[in-house]
Each structure stands twice: as structure tokens, then as C-alpha cells.
């Protein structure tokens, strides 16, 4: 029959749009502000800084390596190291980045400056509502901005950040080994024990 | 046509040519670039004689970034995220090429499970792009909404899923050379079975909408016809190519990855136009859904990542490679030359939109203008890929 294809077409647009008045599987849109989708564990917008203990500036995980700003593949990251070194959260005399900047105008959210720091100091945030009216000023996100809590990492990425959690632990922990087998005389460092240690 | 007496060649190609035409028979229109139609940024210059289309000049270049000499600035790393910018629609299988030269290149071996994951994402990917294809070729038809909305609705489905895994639902930056990036996340493979369930009674909902209607295929019937020999002298690749009856996909050909493993139809149209073309994308869309089924089964444990990939500065030997697959859209290759340094001395995408737009003219002459705004979405480009 010539037109039987398109009342078959028909009936199955009729059934969705009745559907959609009774089924939830049909109602696949939210109305934005005021619903919300909950947002899945591993969303990434833009990096932050991670700092330990309660002083932001005095506990960034970041040593200012500066292997984020090389490897970063618009080239958005901008920082500065120190010429002086100040303890970091377990003590221990660190570099620090003297400026840390972010053009979060650039970036494009690809999470290689995650991957590629080894002192798990930048992680990805999960904040998109970031419309400003000063693109020069209200993009360009300093190391004040940036830094947030290893608290709000848990919280943004629980499963995540237990595994860095557990690993930081563990480096610490032998750091801690290797700084007591340090200090002891003799019959501490001739064991091999502390040596096996300390190239794991 | 009066070129000759202006001197100039017949088949001199000119940017623009400027054509005198005292009788006011032909007319020349420029469709684009932001021609709803035209999927991006793409322009026609399109010369007709009443409704028939006797010339039609594709200019492209409107989205060009870069990207080749970008890629040979950056780590090899770094290139990854740009690749997911080609085929926006389809970023997983530009990872996958591009990670497929680089382990060429380095000679790492993928492990088991990250080979599946693979699999699974880029047939995830080939479903979305060729429901959301179908669903553009009919929008350019005229059936405004309705199937494109149903299209991106499963494509929404596929989408999370890719951002529960990736982080991002389309610049989604997952493989790596030697593996993938993360595990799946838990209960992911759950979310995916769920979806395997509902996914056949969408492509049945979406082929009773849409295959017998007799709007559609008198518009496509017979329209757009590519003829075997130039589709294969041309280089077209992909549903193209298997429209016009040649078998040749690279699962089948190459075997790369683990696609030896599964069984799978590779299907086949016999007449080379629009109608066949899109029926080849629904046929594909259901051998898909085969395969991420028998993947999803076979699925082992074990790494994801070979132990001996290095990704941050990570310098190859010299040498070059070429790594290559099917992609929704045809075959996506990548050329790259190892100086030995840590950026490719030269990085070259052969991008399947691009090529398969080179027979664009062909198809279209003879045919009315509204004609060839089917044609060029029957051709499914994505204009990231097309420009770079």
C-alpha cells in the first residue's frame, strides 16, 4: 500500500510521544538549572592543586617541577619556581611554585598534566559552571585559586583519590624508613634491608 | 559554457571563475559555509542550470587547525587529545590509529583486556556515529527533529558511558600507546549489558520509522550513484565503498586487534546510492551490536597498559610506521616519521571524510540542487576531519 510505510512511521512517533506523558524511560531531558543529572565520578573540566593540612600556600603537594608546563599540549600552564626551598607538609625542604598559572580559556580539559606529574599534585575538577564577564582576569586562575584541598579531592573523586591516598602513604612511610635508617650508625645501613627500601 | 572565449581552459581550476553568460541560462549559488546542510563549516560552489547541478567546486579549509604541524611540536603524548578533535563524533577510533602507529612505531604489545576494551569502544563508537549519521542524512530531507532527536537519544546513552569511563563524553582522550588509560570504573560493565538490552528494540523502533517510507526512498533511490571503479580509484573507504558493492573493511582485511575473534557479517549494498549508503549504516549498526555482545562475554581480567610503555618522555627509535583502521567513516590512517626525538619529525592523518569527499562533483552533476544536499550527507563527513 503506497503510504504504509509512513503511517508505520507514524504510529512509532504516536507511541513515543504518549510514552513520554507515562513511561520515565521515555523523558530523557532535564529541565537544566533547576534539575540537575548527577554528575559520574570520573568528570574532568579543569586541573586544581592539591595541598595537604590546612594552609593552602604552605601545603601544595607541587615541587614546581615544571613537567605539567612541558608536557601540557596547548601550553596553558605557566609556572614560576622558587629560588628558595620551604618545608612541605611532611617537613621536608621543598621547592615551590612561585606563580601557577592556569589559562583555563586554553585548556582543553585532557588531563595529561594529571598524568604525567609524578607527585600527584594536580588532579582534575569537577566544577563547570565558570562563565565570567573578564576573560583576561576571570580565566587566568593563580595558584590562590587553584589550590584545593585533598578533603574536596576525596569528595569529587572518592575512588580515585583513596588509590593516591594509599600510595602517598606508602611513600611516606618508607621515606620515613629511610630517614630513621639514615640517622642510625652503622649496623642499620650495612643491612640490606633499608637498600631495597629505598630503590622501591 | 563560454570559458574558452575569455582564453582560459575548459578544465583550468580556478578559485572562483568568473563566468559571462549573456542568455542568463546558468546560475552560479555558493552553498555555504554556514549552510545549514552542510555539516560544518563546508562550502559549494555550485554552478546550475535550472535545477540541475552542472558544476559543483567544494572549498574546504574553514575549520583548518593545524593539526599535522601542531602534532610536530608536541610529545607524542601530547598529540593524543588532539587526535580526539579529527572526527569529533568518533574520538576513541582516532586514539586507537593513533596509538596503533605509535606502537608500531615502539613496538609495544597490548594486553588482552585493553585490546578488548578496544574493541568494545570503537564498535560503542560506530553505533553512535552511524545513528547519528542516519539521523542527519534524514534531518537534510526534511524530516526536521523527529529522527535525528531519536538518533541522539540512544547516541546520549553511549555517550555517558563513555564519560563514566573517559572523564569526557566526546573529547574523550582514553587510549594509550601499550593500553588504555584507566580500568573500567565499577558496575560500567553492568551499565553496558543494560544497554546491549535495550539497544536492538531501538534499532528495530528506528528501521520501522524510517526504511519503508516511501518519502525517503523515492528521494534516495537512485540518487547520488557512485560506480564501483571510481569509488575504489577515488580511495573511498568505508560504508562509501561497501555501498557500491566492493568488499573491503579493514576488520576483515587487516584483522587488526582482537576482530579476528568475532563473528561478524561485513554488509553490502549493490547499486551505490544514497538509499544503499544509508541502509549500509543500519546493517552495520546491528553487526555492531554482534560484536560488542560477543566482546562483552569474553571480556578477561588482567592489565590494562603493557608494563613497558612510557608515555612521559617517550623517544622511539627512528623509523616510521603507518597504523590504520576501520573508523565509522572509513579507513583512518596515521604516517609517522621517528627522528628519535620526542616530538614525530612528521605526523600525516589520512583522514576518510576528507577522501571521500574528493567524488563529491561526480555524483552530484546531472542532479537537482536539493539532491545535493542528500548526496553530501549520505557522504557523513565531519568537518574537523575534512580541514584539520
Given at each position: 500500500?503506497?503510504?504504509?510505510?509512513?503511517?508505520k512511521?507514524l504510529?512509532v512517533?504516536?507511541?513515543?510521544?504518549?510514552?513520554?506523558?507515562?513511561?520515565?524511560?521515555?523523558?530523557?531531558?532535564v529541565?537544566?538549572?533547576e534539575?540537575?543529572?548527577?554528575?559520574?565520578?570520573?568528570?574532568r573540566d579543569?586541573?586544581f592543586l592539591?595541598?595537604?593540612?590546612?594552609?593552602p600556600?604552605a601545603?601544595l603537594r607541587?615541587?614546581?617541577?615544571?613537567?605539567?608546563?612541558?608536557?601540557c599540549?596547548?601550553k596553558c600552564?605557566?609556572?614560576?619556581?622558587?629560588?628558595?626551598k620551604?618545608p612541605?607538609?611532611?617537613?621536608?625542604?621543598?621547592?615551590?611554585?612561585?606563580?601557577f598559572?592556569?589559562?583555563?580559556s586554553?585548556?582543553?580539559?585532557?588531563?595529561?598534566?594529571?598524568?604525567?606529574?609524578?607527585?600527584e599534585?594536580?588532579?582534575?575538577?569537577?566544577?563547570?559552571?565558570?562563565?565570567t564577564?573578564d576573560?583576561?582576569g576571570?580565566?587566568l586562575?593563580d595558584k590562590h585559586?587553584?589550590?584545593?584541598s585533598n578533603?574536596y579531592?576525596?569528595?569529587v573523586h572518592?575512588?580515585?583519590a583513596a588509590?593516591?591516598d594509599?600510595?602517598?602513604?606508602v611513600?611516606?612511610?618508607k621515606?620515613a624508613a629511610?630517614?630513621?635508617?639514615?640517622?642510625?650508625?652503622?649496623p642499620?645501613?650495612v643491612?640490606?634491608?633499608p637498600?631495597?627500601g629505598?630503590?622501591? | 559554457?563560454?570559458?574558452?572565449?575569455?582564453?582560459?581552459?575548459?578544465d583550468?581550476i580556478?578559485?572562483r571563475e568568473?563566468?559571462?553568460d549573456?542568455?542568463?541560462?546558468?546560475?552560479?549559488i555558493?552553498?555555504?559555509?554556514?549552510?545549514?546542510s552542510t555539516?560544518?563549516?563546508?562550502?559549494m560552489?555550485?554552478r546550475?542550470e535550472g535545477e540541475?547541478i552542472?558544476?559543483?567546486?567544494?572549498v574546504?579549509g574553514?575549520?583548518h587547525?593545524n593539526?599535522?604541524k601542531?602534532?610536530?611540536?608536541?610529545?607524542?603524548?601530547?598529540?593524543?587529545?588532539?587526535?580526539?578533535?579529527?572526527?569529533y563524533f568518533?574520538?576513541?577510533t582516532?586514539n586507537?590509529a593513533?596509538?596503533?602507529?605509535?606502537?608500531?612505531?615502539?613496538g609495544f604489545?597490548v594486553?588482552?583486556?585493553?585490546?578488548?576494551l578496544?574493541v568494545?569502544?570503537?564498535?560503542?563508537?560506530?553505533?553512535?556515529?552511524?545513528?547519528?549519521?542516519?539521523?542527519?542524512?534524514?534531518?537534510?530531507?526534511?524530516?526536521?527533529?523527529?529522527p535525528?532527536?531519536y538518533?541522539?537519544?540512544?547516541?546520549?546513552k553511549?555517550l555517558d558511558?563513555?564519560?563514566?569511563?573517559?572523564?569526557?563524553?566526546?573529547?574523550?582522550?582514553y587510549?594509550?600507546?601499550?593500553g588504555?588509560?584507566?580500568?573500567?570504573?565499577a558496575?560500567w560493565?553492568?551499565?553496558?549489558?543494560?544497554l546491549?538490552?535495550?539497544l536492538p528494540?531501538?534499532?528495530?523502533?528506528f528501521?520501522?520509522?524510517?526504511?519503508?517510507?516511501e518519502?525517503?526512498?523515492?528521494?534516495t533511490q537512485?540518487?547520488?550513484?557512485l560506480?564501483?571503479?571510481?569509488a575504489?580509484?577515488?580511495?573511498?573507504?568505508g560504508?562509501?565503498?561497501?555501498?557500491?558493492g566492493v568488499n573491503?573493511?579493514?576488520r576483515k582485511?587487516?584483522g587488526?586487534?582482537f576482530y579476528?575473534?568475532?563473528e561478524?557479517k561485513?554488509?553490502?549494498?549493490?547499486h551505490?546510492d544514497?538509499?544503499?549508503?544509508?541502509?549500509?549504516r543500519?546493517?552495520?549498526?546491528?553487526?555492531?551490536?554482534k560484536i560488542?555482545?560477543?566482546?562483552?562475554e569474553?571480556l578477561p581480567?588482567?592489565p590494562?597498559?603493557?608494563?613497558?610503555a612510557k608515555?612521559?618522555?617517550?623517544?622511539?627509535?627512528?623509523?616510521?610506521?603507518?597504523?590504520?583502521l576501520?573508523?565509522?567513516k572509513?579507513?583512518l590512517g596515521?604516517?609517522l616519521i621517528?627522528d628519535?626525538?620526542p616530538n614525530?619529525?612528521r605526523?600525516?592523518?589520512?583522514?576518510?571524510?576528507?577522501v571521500?569527499?574528493?567524488?563529491?562533483e561526480d555524483m552530484?552533476?546531472g542532479?537537482?540542487?536539493?539532491d545535493?544536499?542528500?548526496?553530501?550527507?549520505?557522504v557523513d563527513?565531519v568537518?574537523g576531519e575534512?580541514?584539520?
Amino acid at each position: 500500500m503506497l503510504g504504509g510505510g509512513i503511517l508505520k512511521g507514524l504510529a512509532v512517533t504516536a507511541r513515543n510521544v504518549v510514552e513520554g506523558f507515562v513511561s520515565k524511560e521515555r523523558l530523557t531531558t532535564v529541565q537544566y538549572p533547576e534539575e540537575r543529572v548527577p554528575q559520574v565520578e570520573a568528570t574532568r573540566d579543569f586541573p586544581f592543586l592539591v595541598f595537604d593540612g590546612e594552609d593552602p600556600m604552605a601545603g601544595l603537594r607541587c615541587v614546581a617541577c615544571q613537567i605539567c608546563e612541558k608536557e601540557c599540549p596547548p601550553k596553558c600552564i605557566y609556572i614560576d619556581k622558587s629560588s628558595d626551598k620551604k618545608p612541605d607538609a611532611t617537613g621536608k625542604p621543598q621547592f615551590y611554585p612561585a606563580r601557577f598559572d592556569i589559562d583555563i580559556s586554553v585548556c582543553m580539559s585532557c588531563q595529561i598534566c594529571v598524568e604525567v606529574c609524578p607527585f600527584e599534585a594536580i588532579k582534575m575538577d569537577v566544577e563547570f559552571e565558570l562563565s565570567t564577564n573578564d576573560r583576561f582576569g576571570g580565566l587566568l586562575y593563580d595558584k590562590h585559586k587553584l589550590a584545593k584541598s585533598n578533603e574536596y579531592y576525596n569528595h569529587v573523586h572518592p575512588t580515585e583519590a583513596a588509590a593516591v591516598d594509599t600510595k602517598l602513604a606508602v611513600e611516606r612511610a618508607k621515606a620515613a624508613a629511610r630517614a630513621a635508617a639514615a640517622t642510625q650508625p652503622k649496623p642499620a645501613a650495612v643491612s640490606p634491608a633499608p637498600e631495597s627500601g629505598a630503590q622501591a | 559554457m563560454n570559458t574558452e572565449l575569455l582564453g582560459v581552459p575548459p578544465d583550468t581550476i580556478t578559485r572562483r571563475e568568473v563566468i559571462y553568460d549573456q542568455e542568463g541560462e546558468t546560475l552560479e549559488i555558493s552553498m555555504g559555509p554556514h549552510h545549514p546542510s552542510t555539516h560544518g563549516v563546508f562550502r559549494m560552489d555550485v554552478r546550475l542550470e535550472g535545477e540541475r547541478i552542472v558544476r559543483l567546486k567544494p572549498v574546504i579549509g574553514y575549520l583548518h587547525r593545524n593539526h599535522e604541524k601542531i602534532a610536530e611540536g608536541t610529545t607524542y603524548l601530547g598529540s593524543i587529545p588532539y587526535t580526539d578533535r579529527l572526527d569529533y563524533f568518533c574520538s576513541l577510533t582516532n586514539n586507537w590509529a593513533y596509538c596503533m602507529a605509535v606502537e608500531q612505531l615502539a613496538g609495544f604489545e597490548v594486553p588482552d583486556r585493553a585490546q578488548y576494551l578496544r574493541v568494545i569502544l570503537s564498535e560503542l563508537t560506530r553505533l553512535q556515529n552511524h545513528a547519528s549519521a542516519v539521523g542527519f542524512l534524514v534531518q537534510d530531507m526534511g524530516a526536521s527533529g523527529t529522527p535525528i532527536m531519536y538518533a541522539f537519544r540512544e547516541r546520549e546513552k553511549i555517550l555517558d558511558l563513555f564519560e563514566a569511563l573517559t572523564g569526557s563524553r566526546m573529547m574523550c582522550n582514553y587510549m594509550r600507546f601499550g593500553g588504555c588509560r584507566v580500568d573500567l570504573p565499577a558496575g560500567w560493565i553492568d551499565q553496558l549489558k543494560a544497554l546491549m538490552k535495550t539497544l536492538p528494540a531501538f534499532l528495530e523502533e528506528f528501521e520501522k520509522l524510517l526504511v519503508s517510507n516511501e518519502i525517503l526512498m523515492a528521494r534516495t533511490q537512485g540518487v547520488g550513484v557512485l560506480s564501483a571503479k571510481l569509488a575504489v580509484n577515488a580511495g573511498v573507504t568505508g560504508p562509501m565503498l561497501r555501498a557500491t558493492g566492493v568488499n573491503y573493511d579493514l576488520r576483515k582485511v587487516d584483522g587488526y586487534g582482537f576482530y579476528p575473534r568475532f563473528e561478524f557479517k561485513v554488509p553490502l549494498g549493490e547499486h551505490g546510492d544514497v538509499y544503499d549508503r544509508y541502509m549500509i549504516r543500519v546493517l552495520e549498526m546491528r553487526e555492531s551490536v554482534k560484536i560488542l555482545n560477543q566482546a562483552i562475554e569474553q571480556l578477561p581480567e588482567g592489565p590494562i597498559i603493557d608494563p613497558k610503555a612510557k608515555l612521559r618522555g617517550f623517544r622511539p627509535k627512528p623509523g616510521e610506521s603507518y597504523g590504520r583502521l576501520e573508523a565509522p567513516k572509513g579507513e583512518l590512517g596515521f604516517y609517522l616519521i621517528s627522528d628519535g626525538s620526542p616530538n614525530p619529525y612528521r605526523y600525516r592523518v589520512r583522514p576518510p571524510s576528507f577522501v571521500n569527499l574528493t567524488i563529491l562533483e561526480d555524483m552530484c552533476l546531472g542532479a537537482n540542487i536539493a539532491d545535493a544536499v542528500i548526496i553530501l550527507g549520505s557522504v557523513d563527513i565531519v568537518l574537523g576531519e575534512v580541514d584539520r
